[in-house]
């Protein structure tokens, strides 16, 4: 019988506030709408996280923020330094008491179960390292069962390279990852056209809700 393992699912994001998230939506939709928005994205990324069974905590800056959570979660302050570094050291934080850990970022709600359910069996069994791509070039998650240090130093964060280079970085310290099926981020208007034809209202339902508000207020 294979050994039982423990992780951690560490969500990032910041407090769902005018001005501060989700600004490029919100050039075009309205800074309020997008605060209201980036909330939406963030209560149905925890309840996925949630439902996995497995531990979970809200990675931020602001650990004092008012982020409209239903589903009390753990929260652990990020820290200082670049994405990077902020990164790291809440991998090390989870990786200092359980088997491994997964970053993932609130910016696509909606993302299908399944693809949560393969990244924490795949590290269950024991892959060093599985990587979520999004369609923009970036990822939507990490998962790692070791981070030495510098593991996401001077990458290029907001990129259309940042998942090909910190898949390379992984594989350079011996992590090679196990790659996912391609998702998306919700950064820009357009993206809530895929959001709409993709995502089944099950699997978003907080932001369903709030895109058909919108739409009656048309």
């Known amino acids: 019988m294979a ?4 992780g951690w699912v560490c969500i990032f994001a910041k407090p769902p506030v005018p001005g501060a998230s989700k600004t490029r939506l919100g050039r075009t939709m309205g800074m309020q709408t997008s605060a209201t928005l ?3 994205f963030l209560a149905d990324t925890v309840h996925l996280a949630r439902g996995t069974g497995v531990s979970v905590a809200l990675a931020t800056t602001h650990v004092d923020g008012d982020f409209g959570l239903k589903d009390q979660v753990a929260r652990w302050d990020q820290g200082d330094g670049d994405l990077g570094a902020r990164v790291e050291r809440v991998l090390r934080r989870a990786l200092a008491s359980d ?9 696509s709600p909606g993302l299908p179960p399944a693809y949560l359910a393969l ?5 269950s069994a024991g892959a060093p390292s599985v990587l979520g791509p999004s369609a923009d070039g970036g990822f939507y998650l990490l998962g790692v069962r070791n981070c030495p240090k510098g593991l996401l130093a001077n990458l290029p964060w907001s990129q259309p390279d940042t998942a090909a280079a910190t898949a390379n970085r992984l594989e350079q310290h011996g992590l090679k990852p196990e790659l996912l099926p391609e998702w998306f981020d919700i950064d820009e208007e357009a993206d ?26 048309v």
């Not at 050994?3 to 423990?6: E, Y």
């Not at 990244?119 to 590290?123: E, F, M, S, V």
């Not at 959001?195 to 207020?217: C, M, Y």
Request: hydrophobic residues 45%; proline residues 4%.
């Open 192 to 217: 809530l056209a895929r959001f709409r034809q993709d995502v089944p209202r099950e699997d978003a339902p907080i932001t369903w809700a709030q895109l058909d508000g919108l739409e009656k207020d």
């Open 99 to 107: 088997d491994w850990v997964i970053a993932l970022g609130a910016d």
């Open 3 to 6: 050994k039982a393992t423990h």
């Open 119 to 123: 990244a924490i069996q795949r590290l």
């Open 38 to 40: 980036a909330r939406a």
